[in-house]
């Protein structure tokens, strides 16, 4: 990769970001001094799942980016128009799409209600496509402007692998649905420069959400900040010659020699940490 090393005074709207992997993103993006528009539901403290759009805005600011907070549900075309048109108007445009936000339920078929399917699908698919969408006249002109755009998807490597399937049809679906979108949309975006990634972990994160999962023990899992460090390279490659891949976060730290991790394990020196879905 062309590593442009910094993402200082760049504008990134990224979805999902008031807590766990967005706003781990993001503040790694802030550190840079880089501008965020910030699109989140949650407005409101809960205790079950701790940060809000605003706490998040507050921390960006704190390390030195510049925080936009819109609380936006992704489904909503409108919605999403609405806070791309927010960004553009305070921070001139959007250089950078990050698709983080995500539903997921590790359900079988006959326990997957249909309104927890069409979430997924909503959000996870849906979503991806509509905030693509509502960006793409932003990243042209960022393309045209020498200002590299990229779109990331957090989502995973593509596989026809029926154990992949198998305990969570619906799930599986819906993330491979956003994957669909990074193949599709880096051939068809191609040729205005703009690259359109997908990043994934090897290992369960600890995150928030990861913690309402019963039977997960968080001491086997790797920080959130491995996944912003893998996003920064990314998002710092040259866009031109950077676009269609489905990054894992440790191969990709291993391609530019980062190959000591302990520093991201919730517990430093856990050998056995809990591998995620969709990589074999």
């Not at 699109?39 to 701790?50: D, G, I, R």
């Not at 990634?197 to 023990?217: C, V, Y």
């Not at 996944?227 to 676009?243: E, F, G, N, P």
Request: net charge neutral.
């Amino acid at each position: 990769m062309n590593d442009q090393r910094t993402l200082k005074d760049k504008t990134l709207l990224i979805t999902g970001a008031s807590r766990g992997i967005g706003l781990a993103i993001a503040l790694r993006a802030a550190r840079d001094g880089a501008r965020i528009v910030l699109l989140a539901k949650t407005t409101e403290p809960n205790p079950k799942l701790p940060g809000t759009l605003y706490s998040a805005a507050e921390q960006i600011e704190a390390v030195g980016g510049q925080a936009l907070p819109v609380p936006t549900d992704i489904r909503d075309e409108n919605a999403v128009a609405a806070a791309v048109a927010q960004g553009v108007q305070r921070f001139g445009g959007i250089d950078i799409l990050v698709n983080n936000a995500s539903a997921i339920s590790l359900t079988p078929t006959d326990a997957t209600p249909m309104k927890r399917f069409d979430l997924m699908f909503g959000v996870n698919v849906r979503g991806t496509y509509c905030c693509t969408q509502a960006c793409l006249p932003e990243l042209i002109k960022s393309a045209k402007a020498g200002r590299n755009p990229h779109v990331l998807n957090m989502s995973p490597p593509l596989s026809m692998k029926p154990h992949w399937f198998a305990n969570h049809v619906a799930y599986t679906m819906a993330k491979y649905g956003m994957s669909e979108c990074t193949l599709g949309h880096a051939a068809e975006f191609k040729r205005h420069g703009i690259a359109v990634n997908s990043l994934w972990p090897r290992t369960a994160i600890a995150t928030a959400a990861l913690q309402m999962i019963p039977g997960i023990d968080i001491n086997r899992t790797r920080k959130p900040e491995i996944l912003s460090d893998a996003a920064h390279l990314i998002l710092t490659s040259d866009a031109k010659a950077t676009t269609g891949n489905f990054f894992i976060d440790d191969a990709l730290l291993a391609e530019h020699g980062i190959t000591d991790l302990d520093r991201y394990a919730v517990v430093p020196g856990t050998q056995d940490l809990i591998p995620d879905f969709f990589v074999d």
